[in-house]
């Protein structure tokens, strides 16, 4: 069972990284990459990383698709979008997708958490993870918070439109 | 049993996707996504070799991975916002910030 599980992650992943490099819809490869994050995720389950499944699907599903998609909107890329506006033709792989997503979250949620691991020493990774982050990586640790400051600060730099006389600030 | 060497050939697999969309693709969003792929193969192969060597230092590094990868989505992207405003499209060949002798462009 664990091998299928992992063969079939290994496939999501894939398959979602190949949908991001096929698609000519910038929507359809932020889905794609989507779908393989979401993998991932469940490959950090499986390999007894239960924190990193977690940020994975927080950070990367949550948020960095989001953004993906956002400025994808937000630019309106009418010529390239258009191809999306039709049916999605690959709407059941999709579907397909995260139903085979199911067994890994059903897995998760039921406390199959050191099934999914293998024996590794799941219960307490998190704590361990923790500890480890604010003792031996504290440093790098307090460091991330610089540079996500520094991060905000400059994507708010680069995209402050110039007040110009007459025009939309 | 999903062993290092799997781990290793899915993220060889998936760093090659990533690699092969940076160069064919020429729409700058998707390229950044296939930064984040190459970016994910390495977050798995730390991570798999944390396992491997029982070591909670590959999952700390993957962690950092992602804030880095996270920053770097924030910036890249108003990077592109910002060439869409120049150029007015995404594809990173219409983008040309110097002219073909070198010499900046007058806008």
Redesign the interface.
Known sequence: MRPLLFILLALLTLGGGLWVLVRRSPVDSALGLLVAMVAISGHYMMLGAPFLAAVQLIVYGGAVVILFLFVIMLLNLRRETLAARRPPRGRWLYALAGAALMPALAGLFRGGRGWLAGGAPAEGTVEELGRALFQRWVYPFELTSVLLLAALAGAVALTRQAPRDGGEA | ??ELN??LL?AV??FG??A??VL??R?A??I???V??ML?AA??VL??F??ERGS??G??F???S??????????G??????I?RHSGS?DIEQVRLFGRDGQEEER
């Not at chain 2, 992602?66 to 910036?75: D, G, I, K, L």
């Not at chain 2, 992207?77 to 910002?82: N, S, T, Y």
Request: hydrophobic share 65%.
């Open positions: 049993m999903p799997h781990y899915l697999l998936l996707l990533g092969a969309g064919i693709r729409n969003l998707v950044l996504m296939c984040e792929l994910n977050n798995l991570v798999a944390g396992r909670l230092d999952q700390a993957a962690f950092f992602m804030t880095v990868a996270a920053a770097e989505v924030a910036v992207l108003a990077i592109v916002v910002l869409y995404t």
